[in-house]
């Protein structure tokens, strides 16, 4: 069983920052790929950062400049930097590990519960 918990949700002000992790924990032989997506109410998720294995990366457009994901293939963690938040940035953001190797051959895809981010104008 793999688990990912998010954290570094809260109330940030518009133009200010905040920093989300991600830790994966319980029986896990590898994580490829790990993504941030996010939620907003009444609308659809949406993918917003995603980092492979590698370090290698890919933004939204709506985040470019602005976000920066990272992980830390140690700590099976990874994070989002986000500078510069706008209101239209509330949302519950949530991380999600598509391949999760969980022994010889075999991967489950993991969602974590999600932290919320408001941000106030």
């Known amino acids: 069983q793999v688990q990912l918990v998010e954290s570094g949700g809260g109330l940030v002000q518009a133009g200010g920052s905040l920093r989300l992790s991600c830790a994966a924990s319980?029986?896990?032989?590898?994580?490829?790929?790990m993504v941030w997506y996010r939620q907003a109410p009444g609308k659809q998720r949406e993918l917003v950062a995603a980092?492979?294995?590698?370090?290698?990366?890919n933004y939204a457009d709506f985040v470019k400049g602005r976000f920066t994901i990272s992980r830390d293939n140690a700590k099976n963690t990874v994070y989002l930097q986000m500078n510069s938040l706008k209101p239209d940035g509330t949302a519950v953001y949530l991380c999600?590990?598509?391949?999760?190797?969980?022994?010889?051959?075999?991967?489950?895809?993991?969602w974590g519960q999600g932290t919320l981010v408001t941000v106030s104008s």
């Open positions: 999600n590990a598509p391949r999760a190797g969980v022994g010889p051959y075999s991967y489950v895809e993991v």
């Open positions: 319980g029986s896990i032989f590898s994580i490829d790929a």
């Open positions: 980092i492979t294995r590698g370090g290698s990366t």
